[in-house]
């Protein structure tokens, strides 16, 4: 059974840092592309990065210089470091595997983190 | 950058009827890069189509996906009281090398 499950949200004062974790389990972690998605309060999904199986990374416009996605294939763990928080980062940040050659979407997700960025 | 616009914003139906969501991109998109998503208060959204018409795993066969280059539709042949949910569609671009969500469909009892 595939199963993601993410940890590290928490509340974070504007211009403050966090590294959000995603923990697997249930598929091959090294051979898949992962990808964080967030949804702010009262709004719709919004990609936020993706990294491959080998390690390039990709980022939206929103977040680029700001966050960092990595992975750590030995311990089947994905991270987000995120710098400068701002109030608009705040909501649930979903982890997901990412299928990306002949298709490109995301077929399992994790439970969600909350991100609260406020004073 | 392609953007994705869906509607209506909200469509309010009863149970057993059937349900019509529209997506369209602003320039064409390959129907290999086009995904639709159930999303559900307090849950994990989950997949429904890729590929614009490929039924995920262990998705009812009242969910269909259609469509091609700007024009996409999520067909729910007879809704059921769990099919009540946000759905959103998704799509891949190669440059930028983006994944792109439109603004979603709230399916509500009517």
């Known amino acids: 059974e595939v199963q993601l499950l993410e940890s590290g949200g928490g509340l974070v004062q504007p211009g403050g840092s966090l590294r959000l974790s995603c923990a697997v389990s249930?598929?091959?972690?090294?051979?898949?592309?992962m990808s964080w998605v967030r949804q702010a309060p009262g709004k719709g999904l919004e990609w936020v990065s993706a990294?491959?199986?080998?390690?390039?990374?990709f980022y939206a416009d929103s977040v680029k210089g700001r966050f960092t996605i990595s992975r750590d294939n030995s311990k089947n763990t994905l991270y987000v470091q995120i710098n400068s928080l701002r109030a608009e980062d705040t909501g649930v940040y979903y982890c997901?595997?990412?299928?990306?050659?002949?298709?490109?979407?995301?077929?399992?997700w994790g439970q969600g983190a909350l991100v609260t960025v406020s004073s | 950058e392609i953007v994705l616009t869906q509607s209506p914003a909200t469509l309010s139906l009863s149970p057993g009827e059937r349900a019509t969501l529209s997506c369209r991109a602003s320039?064409?998109?390959?129907?290999?890069?086009l995904a639709w998503y159930q999303h559900k208060p307090g849950q994990a959204p989950r997949l429904l189509i890729y590929g614009a018409s490929s039924r995920a795993t262990g998705i009812p066969d009242r969910f269909s996906g259609s469509g091609s280059g700007t024009d996409f539709t999520l067909t729910i042949s007879r809704l059921e009281p769990e099919d009540f949910a946000v759905y959103y569609c998704?799509?891949?671009?190669?440059?930028?090398?983006?994944?792109?969500f439109g603004p979603g469909t709230k399916v509500d009892i009517k």
């Open positions: 997901a595997k990412t299928l990306w050659s002949s298709d490109a979407y995301f077929d399992y």
């Open positions: 320039q064409s998109v390959s129907s290999s890069y």
């Open positions: 249930g598929f091959t972690f090294s051979s898949y592309a």
């Open positions: 998704q799509q891949y671009g190669n440059s930028p090398r983006i994944f792109t």
């Open positions: 990294i491959s199986g080998s390690g390039s990374t």
